[in-house]
Protein backbone atom coordinates (compact mmCIF):
# COMPACT_ATOMS: atom_id res chain seq x y z
CA UNK A 1 0.00 0.00 0.00
CA UNK A 2 2.90 2.61 0.69
CA UNK A 3 3.93 2.18 -3.27
CA UNK A 4 -0.30 3.12 -3.96
CA UNK A 5 0.19 6.14 -1.77
CA UNK A 6 3.83 7.44 -3.20
CA UNK A 7 3.89 10.57 -4.57
CA UNK A 8 5.96 10.24 -7.81
CA UNK A 9 3.38 10.46 -10.02
CA UNK A 10 3.34 13.25 -13.03
CA UNK A 11 0.49 15.60 -13.26
CA UNK A 12 -0.45 14.75 -16.21
CA UNK A 13 -1.44 10.95 -15.25
CA UNK A 14 -2.54 12.22 -11.69
CA UNK A 15 -4.65 9.41 -10.17
CA UNK A 16 -8.66 10.58 -10.50
CA UNK A 17 -10.75 9.27 -7.78
CA UNK A 18 -14.95 9.34 -8.13
CA UNK A 19 -16.01 9.17 -4.77
CA UNK A 20 -19.83 8.61 -4.25
CA UNK A 21 -21.73 8.97 -1.00
CA UNK A 22 -25.17 10.16 -0.31
CA UNK A 23 -23.39 11.86 2.95
CA UNK A 24 -21.98 15.24 2.70
CA UNK A 25 -19.92 14.63 5.61
CA UNK A 26 -18.39 12.00 4.44
CA UNK A 27 -17.87 12.96 1.14
CA UNK A 28 -16.02 15.78 2.12
CA UNK A 29 -14.18 13.99 4.31
CA UNK A 30 -12.91 11.21 1.80
CA UNK A 31 -12.31 14.46 -0.80
CA UNK A 32 -9.94 16.08 1.86
CA UNK A 33 -7.96 12.57 3.21
CA UNK A 34 -7.39 11.93 -0.91
CA UNK A 35 -6.18 15.69 -1.99
CA UNK A 36 -3.46 15.72 0.82
CA UNK A 37 -1.95 13.01 -1.07
CA UNK A 38 -2.40 15.43 -4.61
CA UNK A 39 -5.44 12.68 -6.10
CA UNK A 40 -7.52 14.52 -8.40
CA UNK A 41 -10.88 14.00 -6.61
CA UNK A 42 -14.67 14.12 -7.88
CA UNK A 43 -17.43 13.97 -5.58
CA UNK A 44 -21.03 12.75 -6.43
CA UNK A 45 -24.03 12.57 -3.98
CA UNK A 46 -25.78 9.17 -5.81
CA UNK A 47 -25.21 6.60 -7.84
CA UNK A 48 -27.19 7.63 -10.65
CA UNK A 49 -25.21 10.84 -10.76
CA UNK A 50 -22.12 8.78 -10.65
CA UNK A 51 -23.22 7.09 -13.74
CA UNK A 52 -24.14 10.31 -15.62
CA UNK A 53 -20.74 11.48 -14.65
CA UNK A 54 -18.73 8.13 -16.46
CA UNK A 55 -21.21 8.27 -19.36
CA UNK A 56 -23.06 5.52 -18.51
CA UNK A 57 -26.78 6.97 -17.61
CA UNK A 58 -28.38 10.13 -20.26
CA UNK A 59 -29.08 13.48 -18.38
CA UNK A 60 -32.83 13.38 -17.36
CA UNK A 61 -34.75 16.30 -17.21
CA UNK A 62 -35.27 16.18 -13.60
CA UNK A 63 -32.06 15.61 -12.03
CA UNK A 64 -30.74 18.16 -14.41
CA UNK A 65 -31.41 20.84 -11.55
CA UNK A 66 -30.29 18.55 -8.75
CA UNK A 67 -26.90 18.35 -10.55
CA UNK A 68 -26.47 22.05 -11.01
CA UNK A 69 -27.78 22.78 -7.46
CA UNK A 70 -25.37 20.46 -5.67
CA UNK A 71 -21.87 20.07 -4.53
CA UNK A 72 -20.68 18.16 -7.87
CA UNK A 73 -19.01 19.19 -10.10
CA UNK A 74 -20.73 20.56 -13.51
CA UNK A 75 -19.42 18.15 -15.78
CA UNK A 76 -21.96 16.77 -18.71
CA UNK A 77 -21.40 13.24 -20.09
CA UNK A 78 -23.60 14.84 -23.08
CA UNK A 79 -20.11 17.14 -24.27
CA UNK A 80 -18.34 13.44 -24.53
CA UNK A 81 -15.46 14.46 -22.99
CA UNK A 82 -13.30 11.51 -22.28
CA UNK A 83 -13.56 11.16 -18.67
CA UNK A 84 -10.66 9.07 -16.95
CA UNK A 85 -11.25 7.85 -13.00
CA UNK A 86 -8.89 5.40 -12.00
CA UNK A 87 -10.54 4.48 -8.42
CA UNK A 88 -14.52 4.48 -7.45
CA UNK A 89 -15.45 4.54 -3.95
CA UNK A 90 -18.82 3.88 -3.39
CA UNK A 91 -21.10 3.77 -0.17
CA UNK A 92 -22.36 0.13 0.14
CA UNK A 93 -25.80 1.34 0.58
CA UNK A 94 -27.55 4.28 -1.24
CA UNK A 95 -31.10 5.15 -1.28
CA UNK A 96 -32.53 4.11 -5.26
CA UNK A 97 -29.44 1.74 -6.58
CA UNK A 98 -28.60 -1.69 -6.25
CA UNK A 99 -25.35 -3.96 -7.32
CA UNK A 100 -27.34 -4.69 -10.17
CA UNK A 101 -27.61 -1.02 -11.36
CA UNK A 102 -24.23 0.12 -10.11
Known sequence: MGAFFGTGMAAESQFHVLAVDDSL??????????????????????????????????????????????????????????VEVNLILTDYCMPGMTEYIC
Open 25 to 82: VDRKLVERLLETFSYQVTTVDSGSKALEFLGFREHEDEEAEELSSSDSPSVSPNNHQK
